[in-house]
């Protein structure tokens, strides 16, 4: 996939998780952007290439672009067994279950990037791969933080707990406002989607639910705003 655009490339630049397989620049970039990004593509053995406007467009399927674009063949999630083990000992991490809109779960990753969580798990079924769309909607968050994909969402949540987590599923009924919550040292948030919320069986495995408290009419929030306030909260409470 072509991740264009000059901020989500450069992240792609600097992540150590991820390695694009080449840079590819429009001859209508101005010299000094050309260079920077040339320069940052040669630190990493990442070879350059330059090519007219039309050629850009063609390859990475953008017209009107900023005509920085770079190739990445795989996203490399990451293994489960290996981020855990690596966790740090006070953590926050995000369980995702059927979110599917590229738009969201880039948000998300935003998010997790600005407020520290320490990775976002998301299963195999129902919900949106890493994708050029997902990389934009990150602002390029998604080549730094670590995604782990799983094959069963609540047995996930079950083997989080044996590692020490509590896990709270994020839902407008929540038992306990997210404000007046006191976060373990590993705890990990379960987002659902908006239309159809968390699924019975992971809820039912969590260790309790929370809410965000909301003006009386407002159902719900956006799940990425909701990621927001979450992690902005529980990051101040744990940094602690």
């Known amino acids: 996939m072509w991740i ?15 390695k694009p397989g080449r840079l590819l620049l429009s001859e209508s970039v ?7 990004m040339a320069g940052m593509a040669s630190e990493r053995g990442i070879p350059c290439l330059e090519c007219p406007d039309d050629e850009w467009a063609r390859r990475t399927g953008e017209r009107g672009g900023t005509g920085i674009a770079a190739e990445l063949a ?16 006070r953590v926050l991490v995000f369980l995702l279950d059927g979110i599917t809109d590229p738009q969201n779960l880039g948000a ?29 909607a990150s602002a390029g968050a998604a080549a730094h933080v670590p995604i782990v994909l799983v094959t069963n969402l609540a047995r996930t ?19 306990t406002d997210v404000f007046a919550m006191k976060p373990a040292a590993r705890t990990g948030i379960v987002l659902g989607s908006e239309e159809r919320g968390i699924r019975k069986l992971v809820r039912e495995k969590c260790d309790g639910s ?8 407002v159902d719900s929030l956006n799940v990425g705003v909701t990621a927001g ?12």
């Open 74 to 89: 795989e996203y490399r999630y990451a293994d489960f067994y290996d981020w855990e083990a690596a966790l740090p000992e």
């Open 108 to 136: 998300i990753l935003r998010n997790a990037r600005a407020f520290g969580v320490g990775g976002v798990i998301v299963p195999k079924d129902r919900s949106c791969p890493v994708t050029a769309a997902v990389f934009r």
């Open 157 to 175: 949540v079950e083997t989080l707990q044996e590692k020490g987590f509590w896990l709270y599923a994020a839902a407008e009924d929540g038992e």
């Open 30 to 36: 101005a010299a000094g952007e050309k260079s920077r």
């Open 229 to 240: 306030i979450i992690a902005f909260h529980l990051r101040a409470l744990m940094s602690k």
């Open 4 to 18: 264009t655009g000059r901020h989500p490339v450069e992240e792609l630049l600097a992540s150590a998780r991820q």
């Open 210 to 217: 929370v809410r965000i408290p909301m003006e009386p009419g």
